[in-house]
């Protein structure tokens, strides 16, 4: 993807994406740090974060539950549970097709998120 390529829209309809997340219930902090950005979190850009800021902005999550699986079970670091996150168009959540087919970029407000969350299952290898 070239920097000119990115579009940034806001979810219009019902969506449903995948996000690996560290923890297995949304009442654990965890899971809330799971929803913060890198940018929010005071990580430092790294990859395509270096070269578009508003990607360190943003979410990494999967149009489905086997690629957001994959990943983990090849990142554990990053987290071994999978929530599926129902997101509805009255709060703003914005998307764009970025990365390998079915990676998605994420922006919305952490508890928002939290709230989207319909449900977290673990990753099996």
């Given at each position: 993807m070239a920097a000119g390529d990115l579009v940034v829209?806001?979810?219009?309809?019902?969506?449903?994406?995948?996000?690996?997340v560290r923890g297995a219930d949304r009442?654990?902090?965890?899971?809330?740090?799971?929803?913060?950005?890198h940018y929010e979190r005071g990580a430092p850009p790294r990859g395509y974060e270096r070269r578009l800021a508003v990607i360190h902005m943003g979410l990494s999550v999967f149009s489905t539950p086997a690629a957001a699986g994959a990943m983990a079970l090849k990142w554990p670091m990053i987290g071994t549970f999978i929530a599926e996150l129902n997101l509805e168009p009255e709060h703003g959540f914005c998307l764009a097709d970025t990365g390998q087919r079915g990676h998605w970029t994420l922006w919305g407000r952490p508890l928002q998120?939290?709230?989207s969350i319909a449900d977290i299952v673990h990753v099996e290898a």
């Open positions: 829209a806001p979810v219009h309809e019902a969506t449903v994406v995948y996000r690996i009442s654990a902090p965890a899971v809330l740090d799971s929803l913060r950005s998120l939290l709230d």
